[in-house]
């Protein structure tokens, strides 16, 4: 079903191999190398489940050169969408070394659809990053826009598609309609740039009144983030998204997927 790992991290940093697949929707908290980037994952699905409908999936293709994120929320939580969970992710498995995104997500719907249960769908936001230049090419499915930090400028704003208005039924969930368009957005992280992905486990969180958290305060969290790594910032989200909640538990499954690109490209081996 996925990779399982401690609710609380030691620290340790895997590095992923060319053409490998890591991911899930278990329980995970670990830091990830990938060509040029520093990831950092904390999946947690809502107790008492073992596995929830927040998926993560990271992978390397193109001889090392090129690292693949998504993120994905399948509707509702608990053991009832980890089946529909294991289907989306075995998509992703199919066709990790696909280039084209828009083709990919297309595909990754209708698979989708065929498998779905109980008119459940998904979001997902699927992006690849290209270690030499920086470039990174986005797809957003009726997801939520990631926060972006910009390092040059030294200020966090939302990662959102800058494709001009078009007729056709765009970036809907996955699942809704076979045949969906999606577009691809092209932007270049540089050195120092922050990326964190989320579901909306994190800005759905409510307090004691009911409140939720909302993208306008998670907005306002993010510009106090550390920004000295993917680890730093996703662990002082979650806190603060905890803090926010005060005594109220968690309604939904929390994923989080923070990616730093490096200020030096290191050496990497597949």
């Not at 809502?46 to 998926?55: M, V």
């Not at 297309?106 to 008119?119: P, V, W, Y």
Request: contains cysteine; proline residues 5%.
């Amino acid at each position: 079903m996925g990779i399982s790992a401690s609710s609380s991290y030691t620290g340790d940093v895997y590095t992923l191999a060319c053409l490998e697949v890591r991911g899930g929707n278990r329980s995970a908290v670990y830091g990830v190398d990938l060509p040029g980037l520093r990831a950092w994952v904390s999946c947690q699905p809502l107790y008492p489940a073992t596995h929830g409908g927040d998926l993560y999936y990271l992978s390397v293709c193109s001889r090392g050169s090129v690292s693949r994120v998504t993120i994905a929320d399948v509707a509702g939580h608990g053991e009832i969408v980890s089946t529909a969970a294991a289907n989306l992710r075995d998509a992703l498995r199919e066709h990790a070394d696909h280039w084209d995104q828009s083709a990919l997500i297309r595909q990754l719907n209708d698979s989708f659809l065929k498998g779905s249960i109980g008119g459940k769908f998904a979001t997902a936001f699927l992006l690849s990053h290209y270690a030499e230049t920086g470039e990174l090419l986005f797809t957003n499915a009726g997801h939520m826009p990631p926060l972006w930090y910009r390092a040059a400028l030294g200020e966090w704003s939302f990662l959102e598609d800058a494709t001009p208005y078009s007729r056709e039924i765009a970036d809907l969930p996955l699942g809704l309609i076979a045949g969906t368009a999606y577009n691809q957005t092209a932007v270049k992280l540089e050195p120092g740039d922050l990326l964190v992905l989320y579901t909306d486990g994190i800005n759905e969180a409510a307090d004691d009144a009911g409140e939720q958290l909302g993208l306008e305060r998670l907005l306002a969290i993010a510009r106090g983030l550390p920004k000295e790594s993917a680890a730093a910032a996703g662990q002082s989200l979650l806190a603060a998204v905890k803090a926010f909640r005060g005594l109220a538990p968690p309604a939904d499954d929390e994923t989080v997927v923070a990616l730093h690109r490096l200020p030096h490209l290191p050496h990497h081996t597949v």
